[in-house]
C-alpha cells in the first residue's frame, strides 16, 4: 500500500483499499447480487404503485433518504434504488450497495447528445472520460477508463429484443455541468465522444476497484449538437421508464 504524490492532489492516489470510513459500517443489510441503480424519481414511485416490491434497505444522507427496493425480473431477484444526480453521491449509493452483497449493477439515466439524434436515443458507453473527481480516489490518473464488456453485452441484447436502436459509444464524465463550453464540446467531440453525463467514470471505477460487474444504459435528453444553439428537447422525459425497464431486464440475464 501506498500514497503516489502529486503536485495537483486530484493526481494523488492511495493504493489501500480500506479507509477509516468503510461502506456499511452501520448496517448489515444481505441484497440480491443484482441491482439497478435509476437516476429519476417519478418513474420509480410508478413501478413501485404497480408491481409487488419490498423494502429492503434505507441509505441516510444529510439531504434525504435513499429506499432501496426489492423485485423479480424474469423470476430474479432485483434491488433497485434512485441514485442521486453526479459522480461523488453515485458512487456513495453504490459502495453501500455492493457492502450490502450486490455484486452486479446496471445504471440507468439521461445524458446530453454532443451529435446529431433524436431525443431519447439510446446509448451503451463502452468507456468514460475521466473529467470528474470521484473516479481519482479509486484507480490511478487515466484518461479514460473502459467498462466491462459482459453488462455491455447484456444490454445490448435486451435492446435488440426489444427492436430498439442503439449505439455503443465513448462518453464525456464531467461534474461541471455549467462549464461545458463551445471550446469544449468542440473538443470533446473531435475526439470520438459522442454523450455527455456526470457519473459513469465514476462509477466505472468503484466497480473495477470492488471488482463487481458495472454497465450504464444512457438515453439523449437535450442537445449540445448545435454549440450555438443549446437544445433543452423535452429533457428525455419520455424515455426514463424504458430505460428503466431495460436495465431491469438486463440486471437479471447478466
Known sequence: MAVFKNEIPILEFDTAQNAVIMPGHHSDYNFPKKAVMLFMEPEIEDFIAENECEVIGKFVSVTKEFYVYKTKINHIDIAFVQAPLG?????????????????????????????EDTEGSFYIPIAALRQEGTSYHYLPPSREIELDPVPIKAICKVLEKAGSSYKTCKTWTTDGFYRETKEMVLYRKSEGYSVVEMECASMAACAKMRGILFGQVLFTADSLADIEAHNIRNWGNDFFAASMRIAMEAASIL
Do not use: F, R, S
Open 87 to 115: 459522480g461523488a453521491g453515485a458512487v456513495q449509493i453504490m459502495e453501500q450497495l455492493i457492502a450490502g452483497g450486490v455484486q452486479e449493477i446496471i445504471a440507468a439515466g439521461c445524458c446530453g447528445a454532443l451529435v
